[in-house]
């Protein structure tokens, strides 16, 4: 190498530390995670059907058809049977001759906010239990740990029908059921997390330093537990999606009137023969959400764990 070569690569070599150091741990993340072609794909997917959720009233008002609107004249055939697709109804008409299109956007509006809700009530309850279990250990460990056991020992379906029956079938219900039963395992996690991170040396550091210890678990142990619980929570919402489906299909989550991907696929059992669209499309709808929820997780955890960088 010559040494106007060696001088001229020296130059750069300042250049090049600075970049390294100016990355930090979510921008490196966020770099391996837009490398992920799954994941970006299946982000793209989610940002459409939240697109197409809230763009259900301009779609209802282009078609003409609202959500709750019958159009036994023209949905029906004339053996009372559901339309298929065609100009009129896009998807298709439900057994009552309502737009299988509209109702399945605005179905789309329960699930999706029905798993945001859910599953952040469920992180931000998980969080606070499972820190609290895991810093503070001993009979508050105990006891919380018990109360974590309960609750995942209870019947999910059993419970709901219970409360359904006092309380009647409606949205906020069915976000604190599913809440309630999501939030142990975000507890777990989070707990064992904190039991990790208690005993390393910035925690001590803290405490020889006179903090206390809900500062301690806020400002130290908080920070740290973000990669987890954002991982957990991405996961967390197709599962709620698909309790909330569950319990709408078995006449159990919302008011049976509403728009609901669950209410439409339990509809279709006894039209799916003559009209497939009525159960393919939801189902569509219903497994392209959950899946692009999943993999999204999955390429969260994989760009927020360095050790999995070169997985892909």
Do not use: C
């Amino acid at each position: 190498m010559s040494l106007t070569e060696a001088s001229a690569e020296a130059e750069h070599i300042p250049e090049q530390a600075e970049a390294v150091r100016g990355k930090g741990p979510w921008q490196l993340a966020w770099e391996r995670l837009t490398r992920d072609r799954a994941a970006m794909v299946s982000l793209g997917v989610i940002i459409v059907i939240v697109l197409l959720a809230l763009l259900a009233p301009v779609f209802a008002a282009i078609t003409g058809h609202g959500p709750q609107d019958a159009f036994p004249a023209t949905g029906l055939t004339p053996e009372g049977l559901p339309v298929g697709p065609g100009s009129g109804f896009w998807l298709g008409a439900d057994s009552l001759g309502r737009d299988l299109f509209i109702r399945i956007l605005y179905g789309a509006r329960i699930s999706l906010l029905v798993g945001l809700l859910s599953t952040l009530l469920a992180t931000l309850f998980g969080v606070v239990v499972g820190m609290v279990a895991g810093f503070y250990g001993g009979w508050v460990d105990g006891v919380l740990a018990r109360v974590l056991d309960v609750v995942l020992s209870f019947p999910y379906l059993l419970v709901a029908i219970v409360l359904v029956a006092v309380l009647g079938a409606s949205v906020p219900l069915m976000i604190l059921v599913i809440a309630f039963f999501s939030f142990a395992a975000m507890a777990r996690v989070v707990r064992g997390q904190t039991i990790t991170y208690k005993e390393r040396e910035f925690i001590e550091a803290a405490r020889s330093m006179g903090a206390s210890k809900p500062r301690t678990m806020f400002v130290d142990v908080v920070p740290n537990l973000i990669a987890p619980v954002t991982v957990l929570a991405t996961l967390l919402i197709p599962t709620s999606i698909v309790f909330e489906a569950t319990l709408s299909f078995l006449g159990l989550g919302v008011d049976p009137r509403t728009p609901s991907w669950g209410a439409i696929l339990s509809d279709s059992v006894d039209y799916y023969r003559v009209a497939p669209g009525l159960l393919i499309f939801p189902a569509v709808m219903l497994l392209l959400t959950t899946l692009a929820f999943n993999l999204l997780g999955d390429g969260i955890r994989d760009a927020l764990d360095p050790r999995g960088e070169g997985g892909r």
